[in-house]
């Protein structure tokens, strides 16, 4: 009998948490801005960064999807549209997901009168970019301990 094993990748950097203050669509690119950054794992402590991009490229539009879920429905979403939930109320990741050529955040949208669940589901071909600034946006989010 064969056996292979899958280590699991420690990812130095998180999203889970973060915030999207906006988002573009740009050909078969997606790019998302964090302004209140995202949280820096290669210190013993994450500590949140500052201002943040993640650029996704090569993205494979059929086979991604943004997916809003209502108490007892679903819709799916042009992705174009990922931009407008942004605008219009708080976009948190709250659970990132990453395999081959793929990308799955699960986010909470809220806003004044609804609290959703929202799957963006990302098919990619290229390598997701993350920039950072070092400097930490808010001191209550300089450190936290796991």
Not at 5 to 33: C, F
Not at 113 to 132: D, F, G, K, Q
Request: proline content about 2%.
């Amino acid at each position: 009998m064969k056996q292979y094993t899958i280590r699991t990748r420690n990812v130095p950097l998180s999203l889970h948490d973060a915030v999207i203050t906006e988002a573009t669509v740009t050909g078969s690119t997606i790019r998302l801005v964090f302004m209140d950054g995202i949280r820096d794992l290669f210190k013993k402590e994450a500590v949140w960064t500052g201002r943040a991009t993640v650029t996704i490229s090569n993205v494979d539009w059929d086979t991604s999807s943004l997916v809003r879920f209502g108490e007892s429905t679903y819709s799916v979403c042009p992705i174009e549209q990922l931009s407008q939930f942004v605008q219009m109320g708080r976009f948190e990741i709250v659970d990132e997901l990453y395999g081959y050529r793929q990308l799955l955040f699960r986010c909470m949208w809220l806003t004044d009168t609804t609290c959703e669940a929202v799957e963006l589901s990302l098919s990619h071909v290229s390598e997701l970019v993350i920039r950072w600034e070092d400097e930490p946006v808010e001191a209550m989010y300089q450190s936290e301990s796991f």
